[in-house]
């Protein structure tokens, strides 16, 4: 089965209802953070849960080159024994790993020395400037090609000074790079967000020791040192929302997800759902997800949900693909600087699947009540759309869907495909 996890294509062939429960990777997100936060403070800390795609291993082995000791368990406990030691001892490679490569800027700018970034094929298209441009005006000098818009990224960091900082768009990235330099930097660092975004740099700061205020969109931090303490990952709701989908795209489907991480912006996929009319609960005390097959009807989303949701968009259009009208999604231009060009390679998926689906500047127009017909997506490496053209693949589209692609979804989630087999009974086999 590991085979399947590196397989430059895979072929699914489909479709049935997706039943029963199971638990998800730790939540990347998080896991990034975990990492690089305890690389700052000064003891061990002790991480379990934490997420084992490559994209959260290149952070691990990112922060070993700052001279920190880290060590893996048998179980998979990680104890990371900070503080950062050095600068980088050679060139930090973050694979795919966009949330990696911003972060560990923030961190890379608040150390006094020299260190560059880079990543694949596909992290090398991504812009950059949006985490540099604030970063320079903190008193780091950070270079990169076009101009610095893109890495690899080279930063001589140290002697910061805090700053007040408008983001253009919301990012949950680019606040948390700012974050984590302004804990080396004189003074306070804010950040007025567009929208409020995802809160794990905050939470995760406050259970470190470190002095930061959350007033709505606007985010503090004081310069001063963490203190190591145990981080106990939780499920990544982002991960679940493929299997909350699954339980939509076929009748007599129900699907259980237990243990997903329950903080600020992350479930606002639920909401989207639930809006369509899907019967679906998320209890917050316990981070369970449970789904169960409904009519679904087509819904407007905007920019101010986007933020929420710029990881689950390719499989919430999915649902819309099947859903009774037309979704509009719009405000999310965003999309078109993640792992893929998101709007387009959506679009395209939806289109092999033979959905009536355009793209427009800022998002996409989709028809729905489609019955999905066998396809072949190429993913643009992005595993989101991976993972959501193997979900319709599984549960609605009949016969053989082939997705080129599908080792990116190793980044993030490389047991996906034995679970699309456990959940749905769906064929799954190297791809041809």
Known sequence: MDTLNNAASLCVTGAGPARGSLRVPGDKSVSHRALLLSALARGTSTITGLSLGQDVTHTRRAVERFGVNVTVAGDGTVRVAGPVRHEPDDVLDHGNAGTGIRLTAGVCAGIDGFSVLTGDQYLRRRPMERVAEPLRAMGAAVDGRDGGRLAPLVIRGGNLTGITYAPREASAQVKSALLLAGLSARGTTTVEEVHPTRRHTEEMLEQFGGRVSVDGARVSVEAGELT?????????????????????????????????????????????????????????????????????????????????????????????????????????????????????????????????????????????????????????????????????????????????????????????????????????????
Not at 283 to 303: C, F, H, K, M, P
Not at 337 to 356: H, P, Q
Not at 357 to 385: F, K, N, P, Q
Not at 386 to 402: I, K, R
């Open 228 to 432: 190591a303490t145990d981080v106990v990952v939780p499920g990544d709701p982002s991960q679940a929302a493929f299997w909350a989908v699954a339980a939509l795209l076929a009748d007599e489907a129900e699907v259980t997800v237990e243990g997903l991480y329950t903080g600020f912006g992350r479930s606002d996929f639920v909401q989207i759902l639930q809006r369509m009319g899907a019967d679906i609960d998320f209890d917050l005390t316990t981070g369970t997800l449970s789904v169960r097959s409904s009519r679904l009807r087509a819904v407007e989303i905007t920019a101010g949900d986007v933020p929420g949701i710029v990881d689950e968009v390719p499989v919430l259009a999915m649902a819309a693909a099947v859903a009774e009208g037309t979704t509009v999604i719009s405000g999310a231009a965003e999309l078109r600087a993640k792992e893929s060009d998101r709007i387009a390679s959506t679009t395209r998926m939806l289109n092999a699947f033979g959905v009536s689906a355009s793209e427009t500047e800022d998002g996409m127009v989709i028809e729905g009540g489609a019955r999905l017909r066998a396809a072949r997506v190429d993913s643009h490496g992005d595993h989101r759309i991976a993972m959501a053209a193997a979900v319709a693949g599984a549960c609605a589209a009949e016969g053989d869907t082939v997705i080129e692609g599908w080792d990116s979804v190793a980044t993030s989630y490389p047991g996906f495909a034995r679970q699309l087999m456990e959940l749905t009974g769906a064929g799954v086999a190297p791809g041809a």
